[in-house]
């Protein structure tokens, strides 16, 4: 039996797989299954994302790659990432995640995704790359903080565009004052009507890159505290339904 990547429970066949994560600054041998999104190898809208804003606030750049100060700080490295929660929204087997962990090594880095195999298989991995920082997790979890330093995400856009702008709905509103999410998106599945979209909700968006067909999208949420652009009111598909990332079959 076939599942979307985005099943809560796959009852597709197990096929164990492996790849890789080479970056500059972070090399890590993933876990992979049958029944979870991009299996075969890290998508490439994923890596887009992690060759350019897979840097966590507070911290300097990768090196070779592109700083991407989501608080707009700065500063260094240490205290300024100490009790910091970071998201991946739809963290599939933790490629996003555990780079963000890596980096940010005194934050709390929160994957969280609907399928249950890609969660059990993204606590795996961060035990094994020995990062005890990084929680992997169901969108209802309690344990879940009411706001974040920053969110990744490479959201899933089969879901559908009403489906995708009330899980972004649900989320968004939970970056702190001055955060920032970032996003990657296929031009041809909708990239630039989201940016469109999410400009008309209020929200500060800019295109920070852009390789083979792909989009990346810094959302920044003002530094004045207050409402956020999407706070009208609770989603009904807002946080209890994150769905696993898009990019690429």
């Given at each position: 039996?076939?599942?979307?990547?985005?099943?809560?429970?796959?009852?597709?066949?197990?096929r164990p797989g492996q790849v890789h994560?080479?970056?500059?600054?972070?090399?890590?041998?993933?876990?992979?299954?049958?029944?979870?999104?991009?299996?075969?190898?890290?998508?490439?809208?994923?890596?887009?994302?992690?060759?350019?804003?897979?840097?966590?606030?507070?911290?300097?750049?990768?090196?070779?790659?592109?700083?991407?100060?989501?608080?707009?700080?700065?500063?260094?490295?240490?205290?300024?990432?100490?009790?910091?929660?970071?998201?991946?929204?739809?963290?599939?087997?933790?490629?996003?995640?555990?780079?963000?962990?890596?980096?940010?090594?005194?934050?709390?880095?929160?994957?969280?995704?609907?399928?249950?195999?890609?969660?059990?298989?993204?606590?795996?991995?961060?035990?094994?790359?020995?990062l005890s920082n990084v929680r992997c997790?169901?969108?209802?979890?309690?344990?879940?903080?009411?706001?974040?330093?920053?969110?990744?995400?490479?959201?899933?856009?089969?879901?559908?565009?009403?489906?995708?702008?009330?899980?972004?709905?649900?989320?968004?509103?939970?970056?702190?004052?001055?955060?920032?999410?970032?996003?990657v998106v296929q031009r041809h599945l909708?990239?630039?009507?989201?940016?469109?979209?999410?400009?008309?909700?209020?929200?500060?968006?800019?295109?920070?890159?852009?390789?083979?067909?792909?989009?990346?999208?810094?959302?920044?949420?003002?530094?004045?505290?207050?409402?956020?652009?999407?706070?009208?009111?609770?989603?009904?598909?807002?946080?209890?339904?994150?769905?696993?990332?898009?990019?690429?079959?």
């Amino acid at each position: 039996m076939s599942d979307h990547y985005f099943t809560a429970h796959p009852e597709t066949g197990h096929r164990p797989g492996q790849v890789h994560v080479l970056l500059p600054d972070v090399h890590l041998e993933l876990a992979t299954d049958a029944g979870v999104f991009s299996p075969s190898r890290v998508d490439p809208g994923t890596r887009l994302l992690l060759d350019v804003a897979a840097d966590p606030p507070g911290g300097p750049p990768a090196e070779g790659g592109k700083l991407a100060d989501n608080m707009g700080t700065g500063a260094g490295p240490g205290s300024e990432q100490a009790g910091l929660d970071l998201l991946d929204l739809g963290s599939g087997y933790g490629p996003i995640a555990l780079v963000l962990a890596r980096r940010a090594p005194t934050a709390t880095v929160w994957a969280v995704d609907v399928n249950e195999r890609a969660l059990d298989l993204c606590a795996r991995n961060a035990a094994r790359a020995g990062l005890s920082n990084v929680r992997c997790v169901m969108p209802g979890d309690s344990a879940l903080p009411a706001t974040f330093a920053g969110i990744w995400s490479n959201p899933p856009i089969r879901i559908g565009k009403q489906a995708l702008h009330d899980l972004l709905g649900g989320w968004l509103p939970r970056l702190a004052p001055g955060a920032a999410a970032t996003a990657v998106v296929q031009r041809h599945l909708g990239a630039d009507s989201l940016h469109r979209w999410l400009t008309e909700q209020g929200w500060d968006v800019s295109r920070i890159a852009a390789r083979a067909g792909y989009r990346v999208l810094r959302i920044t949420r003002p530094p004045a505290s207050g409402t956020a652009p999407s706070e009208a009111g609770p989603s009904e598909a807002g946080p209890s339904e994150a769905a696993p990332s898009e990019a690429a079959p």
